[in-house]
């Protein structure tokens, strides 16, 4: 158990259909980072957010949308939702502010696994 | 920033010592390298860091060259329960950039009895 939690486990809707994905991180740590995986494209990162500031972004559409909350869960907002938005949805939490730093450790939640009907 | 590449896939028998290589290239002088373990629908987990030279922990071993273009993650006397993917990633990030972390899409590792 990494101590990060996420809701739901498992969602199911049709396409068109807006949906959100929430990231409680772990409670020493103020970075939250959301990735998308699916079979064909690995692990893409998609936001990160430290201390309720967005700081860098990468392969994440225009349809999704992210915020951390000053309690520090973050969600992840998915609007439009096409058939090629199934795949399961990480976070991670760290402590530190720059991603990849000389002690910084992503510690990842058990994922959501929405499957667009 | 460094990209990283590593092999799709491998494989090895229980009992045998797994290395597997990523190379980083454009490695700048203060990114640090590190390893992650995937298994089917989890999240990934940390396995090891390193900057330079040798480092070890109770799970893994990580080789890094003088040059630190590539490093080796050794996994030694696996068992079938390392069946998983394992991801290289190597830097950080300033400004907006995020290339320390692309995951990819890692080294699948199959440990056979």
């Known amino acids: 158990d990494s101590g990060v939690t996420q809701t739901p486990k498992h969602l199911i809707t049709a396409t068109g259909q807006r949906v959100t994905l929430r990231c409680s991180p772990r409670?020493?740590?103020?970075?939250v980072y959301w990735y998308q995986q699916s079979l064909d494209q690995g692990l893409q990162f998609l936001i990160h957010y430290y201390n309720g500031e967005e700081r860098a972004k990468g392969n994440i559409l225009e349809r999704f949308s992210a915020q951390q909350f000053p309690d520090l869960h973050s969600e992840l907002n998915l609007s439009s939702l096409e058939l090629g938005d199934s795949a399961l949805y990480f976070c991670?939490?760290?402590?530190?502010?720059?991603?990849?730093?000389?002690?910084?450790?992503?510690?990842f939640g058990p994922g959501t696994r929405l499957t667009v009907l | 920033l460094a990209k990283t590449t590593q092999p799709i896939s491998m494989d090895s028998y229980e009992g045998q010592e797994v290395n597997i290589t990523c190379s980083h290239n454009?490695?700048?002088?203060?990114?640090?390298i590190t390893w992650y373990q995937q298994f089917p629908s989890q999240g990934p987990r940390f396995i090891i860091q390193?900057?330079?030279t040798k480092v070890t922990n109770e799970v893994a071993s990580l080789f890094i060259p003088a040059d630190r273009k590539s490093s080796t993650l050794s996994l030694p006397r696996v068992s079938l329960s390392d069946t998983a993917v394992y991801y290289c990633?190597?830097?950080?990030?300033?400004?907006?950039?995020?290339?320390?972390?692309?995951f990819g899409k890692g080294t699948h590792l199959i440990i056979q009895p």
């Open positions: 990633l190597v830097g950080r990030y300033s400004g907006g950039g995020a290339d320390g972390l692309t």
């Open positions: 409670s020493e740590d103020l970075s």
């Open positions: 454009n490695i700048a002088t203060n990114d640090y």
């Open positions: 390193g900057y330079k």
């Open positions: 991670a939490s760290s402590v530190e502010s720059g991603g990849l730093s000389s002690t910084d450790t992503q510690y």
